[in-house]
T-cell receptor, first 115, second 110 residues
Framework: EPEVTQTPSHQVTQMGQEVILRCVPISNHLYFYWYRQILGQKVEFLVSFYNNEISEKSEIFDDQFSVERPDGSNFTLKIRSTKLEDSAMYFC?????????????FGDGTRLSIL | DAKTTQPPSMDCAEGRAANLPCNHSTISGNEYVYWYRQIHSQGPQYIIHGLKNNETNEMASLIITEDRKSSTLILPHATLRDTAVYYCIVKAGSARQLTFGSGTQLTVLP
């Protein structure tokens, strides 16, 4: 069964540094998402992306965050200047084209640790 | 999106059916019910979704009451690998973001 893959599985970065988290969505999916989960807390929506544009974003997704689909297979989340509170699991998800009712399929996440 | 209420935890004996309830009394006509689960340290895994009718797939069954104010996820023969946090999420068909609550921690006991 096709799946969403995320790399790296664990990223350790110094505070203030830039970090890029990478995702390969399911082939032929057209909508892409990032969520995060701070340890012990709920999964939170960050952003959705379609046709090379952000379609929805949450209050968490401020100017420090950006997303990009640099080629036909990768989808990335960049944090420009990391803070301690950015430490979390980051999950990528994707859905096929068509209605928003279609279920999202998640990767197993990247654990980001900010020192 | 409508708010959902789930019990914080449940136990189930291995091999028995696990019935996980969810209350969504403020659900609107265009909102779907989705169930996901999260096994420790993994990403949320889609299980099933429905709008009005009961649904069944290879993983589970979803029973939605006629008034749509509550639903039950049924895992017909629970195994130890079904131990996870189960999330019931109500989302409009036009919305993109999923709003996760605290879910139900299901523990399958040997």
């Amino acid at each position: 069964e096709p799946e969403v893959t995320q790399t790296p599985s664990h990223q350790v970065t110094q505070m203030g540094q830039e970090v890029i988290l990478r995702c390969v969505p399911i082939s032929n999916h057209l909508y892409f998402y990032w969520y995060r989960q701070i340890l012990g807390q709920k999964v939170e929506f960050l952003v959705s992306f379609y046709n090379n544009e952000i379609s929805e974003k949450s209050e968490i997704f401020d100017d420090q965050f950006s997303v990009e689909r640099p080629d036909g297979s990768n989808f990335t989340l960049k944090i420009r200047s990391t803070k301690l509170e950015d430490s979390a699991m980051y999950f990528c998800a994707s859905t096929p084209g068509g209605g928003a009712w279609q279920p999202q399929h998640f990767g197993d996440g990247t654990r980001l640790s900010i020192l | 999106d409508a708010k959902t209420t789930q019990p914080p935890s449940m136990d189930c004996a291995e091999g028995r059916a696990a019935n996980l309830p969810c209350n969504h009394s403020t659900i609107s006509g265009n909102e779907y019910v989705y169930w996901y689960r999260q096994i420790h340290s993994q990403g949320p895994q889609y299980i099933i979704h429905g709008l009005k009718n009961n649904e069944t797939n290879e993983m589970a069954s979803l029973i939605i009451t006629e008034d749509r104010k509550s639903s039950t996820l049924i895992l017909p023969h629970a195994t130890l690998r079904d131990t996870a946090v189960y999330y019931c999420i109500v989302k409009a068909g036009s919305a993109r973001q999923l709003t996760f609550g605290s879910g139900t921690q299901l523990t399958v006991l040997p």
